[in-house]
């Protein structure tokens, strides 16, 4: 649609405005944090990853999620890859889960990049005809610049905001919030099973095979 082209090609002017750094006139300033009341949910992100696998964001509800876009092009990018690794690895025992996705970038360019800066998250590449993952996350607290981190909290909702490098310190500064917020599950906990304990769902009900018209067996989903 025409609306989304030129939505797509003013957010990548800014970008280019903004170039491989923090935006130096951003209102919020290099950090942002939003209450869970002005909290938004971010769009349906997908896609395939750089290793080739089928990726959804909606799969890692109820956990927090750090989103952190670079690019191959980005000297800045380079500079936090190490951080960001070794946070990732930090707090993945805890349910935190991170995801990169390279903008303005070609997938040959963004795995020449992970194989000189590795990190061992998933990383989606936006298509440059679209920048469909840009978009999703034009909201209150856009993209102004690359690098630009994201904190999603356990509903998926946008937490907080890092324009700029980031080095462990600010990665936990605006992860822990999230990972703490009072009222939710904690991290690396099943909402659903919470919920039901607490009195807020009823259980599952016990499906019998041939009641349901299905064969003699259960089949489970895989859970992220």
Same mark, same amino acid.
């Given at each position: 649609?025409?609306?989304r082209?030129?939505?797509?090609?003013?957010?990548?002017? @800014?970008?280019? @405005?903004?170039?491989?750094?923090?935006?130096?006139?951003?209102?919020?300033?290099?950090?942002?944090?939003?209450?869970?009341?002005?909290?938004?949910?971010?769009?349906?992100?997908?896609?395939?990853?750089?290793?080739?696998?089928?990726?959804?964001?909606?799969?890692?509800?109820g956990?927090?999620?750090?989103?952190?876009?670079w690019?191959?092009?980005?000297?800045t990018c380079r500079?936090?890859?190490?951080?960001?690794?070794?946070?990732?690895?930090?707090?993945?025992?805890?349910?935190?889960?991170?995801?990169?996705?390279?903008?303005?970038?070609?997938? @040959?360019?963004?795995?020449?990049?992970?194989?000189?800066?590795p990190?061992?998250?998933?990383?989606?590449?936006?298509d440059?005809?679209?920048n469909?993952?840009?978009?999703?996350?034009?909201?209150?607290?856009?993209?102004?610049?690359?690098?630009?981190?994201?904190?999603?909290?356990?509903?998926?909702?946008?937490?907080?905001?890092a324009?700029?490098?980031?080095?462990?310190?600010?990665?936990?500064?605006?992860?822990?919030p999230?990972?703490?917020a009072p009222?939710?599950?904690?991290?690396?906990?099943?909402?659903?099973?919470?919920?039901?304990?607490?009195?807020?769902?009823?259980?599952?009900?016990?499906?019998?095979?041939?009641e349901?018209?299905?064969?003699?067996?259960?089949?489970?989903?895989?859970?992220?």
């Amino acid at each position: 649609m025409r609306w989304r082209a030129v939505a797509a090609l003013a957010l990548v002017a @800014a970008l280019l @405005a903004s170039g491989c750094s923090a935006a130096a006139g951003s209102t919020e300033g290099p950090t942002a944090r939003l209450a869970p009341g002005e909290r938004h949910d971010v769009p349906a992100v997908s896609g395939t990853t750089l290793d080739g696998d089928r990726f959804d964001l909606d799969g890692w509800r109820g956990k927090v999620v750090v989103v952190n876009f670079w690019g191959s092009w980005c000297v800045t990018c380079r500079n936090e890859a190490g951080s960001l690794e070794r946070t990732y690895t930090a707090l993945a025992d805890r349910g935190v889960e991170f995801l990169g996705i390279a903008t303005r970038d070609t997938v @040959a360019n963004a795995k020449a990049f992970q194989r000189s800066f590795p990190v061992s998250y998933p990383s989606l590449v936006d298509d440059p005809s679209t920048n469909d993952f840009l978009l999703a996350f034009r909201g209150e607290l856009p993209v102004a610049s690359t690098p630009t981190t994201y904190v999603l909290d356990r509903q998926g909702r946008i937490a907080a905001r890092a324009i700029g490098e980031v080095d462990e310190a600010r990665l936990r500064s605006i992860i822990e919030p999230a990972a703490a917020a009072p009222g939710v599950a904690p991290v690396g906990h099943d909402v659903r099973a919470l919920q039901i304990a607490g009195g807020a769902l009823e259980p599952p009900r016990a499906r019998h095979p041939i009641e349901d018209g299905e064969p003699g067996h259960t089949e489970h989903a895989a859970v992220l």
